[in-house]
Structure formats: C-alpha cells, structure tokens
C-alpha cells in the first residue's frame, strides 16, 4: 500500500483542527499507522476514528492522539528525554513517541497485546522503544525520572507513581474520572513547587485497570 498520500491527506485535516507541532506532524507523516490493525481495517486506518485492535481494546483516534501529543511536548521544539507511555495497545503511538523523544518505555498490562505490539514494531526497527509488560498503576520507577509520561486508559484518580515519577519541569498526560460519569483529559505539570493540574475536555478512553491479564 502506498500510503504516504494518504498520511498527508491525515496530517492536513488533523492540522486543520489544530495540530501545530511541527515534530509531532513529522511524526504522524513518518509512522504508517495502516501496519497497526488486522488486514480487514487497513482501509480505514487513515479515517479520523478509533478501531479495534483485539483483546477489547482500541487504538484511539488520529486526533486524539495528536492532542496528547502536542499536550506532551508543548513548548519543547527539540526531543523530550526519557517518556513512559501507560497502554502499549498495538504500539503506534509509542512509534510515534519514537520520533519525539530521545527513549521511550512503554508499558502493556495484556500480554497479548505487548506481543502484537511487539511484532508491529520489529520491521519499523526503532532502538529507542522498549516495550515493558506489566501492570501501569506502578508506573516504571527503573526509568524515572521521566521528561513525560503519557496514558491511553483512564482510571477514577490519576496513581501517585505516575506523579512521583516525573522530572521537575515535565508533564504527565492522562484521562482520568475526576468526577464520577465524566472522564477529561488531564495535564499535571511538576514545577519546583509542586504540581499544577489542568483539567481539559471529556474524552473517552478504555478504563485503566489493575494487575495483568
Ligand atoms: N496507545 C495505544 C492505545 C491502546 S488502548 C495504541 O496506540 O494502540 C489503551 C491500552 O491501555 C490497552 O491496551 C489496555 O490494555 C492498556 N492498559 C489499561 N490499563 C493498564 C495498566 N494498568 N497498565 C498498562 N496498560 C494498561
């Protein structure tokens, strides 16, 4: 499939809606994001729409990534050092962290799921992602401190770890439940005095869950 026509036919409508990053747009062009669904989907991997990777699980939506993304490296033009990604899924947006960060882990709690991923990502041959399997509530202290963490699942409260785990100066970017039947994206910056919490729109993204299946 050659899909670069269609990657920058994505890219233009998702700068249409706002995306302004310039690395980030580099990203979205550079990373094929039809090698990331079941063969049935690839005709509609450029569609601006979530899509089922197996397992119960979604790869979210081009725009939504995009969002989080800009959200992550706001204010950075060059890489962000280290990044933990909580939800693997299938792997694209740790790809796409691959071009915006210097190391990326990325953690999977359903090993079946960290294993497609796995496969996704072999032929891209990106020596910067290093995909982890485990439950994300802990977050990946190993790593820490981190230039940015990232989740693609939410749960009532955003866990501590996470928050313990950010370098003074970066952002974590997560959904969260922070009032009970209305999931928002959220943003907690660690300045030297503390933590700063924004609280954006309602998303909708799978839940966060405990342990590993
Ligand atoms: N970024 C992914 C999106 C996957 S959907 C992609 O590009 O495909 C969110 C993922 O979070 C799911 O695969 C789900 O299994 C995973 N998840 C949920 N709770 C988790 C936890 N506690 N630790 C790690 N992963 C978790």
Known sequence: MDSRAVREAMVHKLVARG???PVVQQAFLAIERHRFVDSGLVAQA????SLPIGWGQTISKPSVVARMLELLCDGHTGRLGRVLEIGTGCGYQAALLSHLCREVYSMERVKGLHERAREN???LRLPNVHLIFGDGMSGFPSGAPYAGIVAAAGGRDLPTAWL??????ARLVAPAELVPGQQSLVVVERTPSGYVKNVLEAVLFVPLKSGVA
């Open 19 to 21: 995306l302004q990053h």
């Open 46 to 49: 450029y569609e601006d729409t």
């Open 121 to 123: 990502l072999r032929p």
């Open 164 to 169: 313990e785990q950010l370098a003074v100066g």
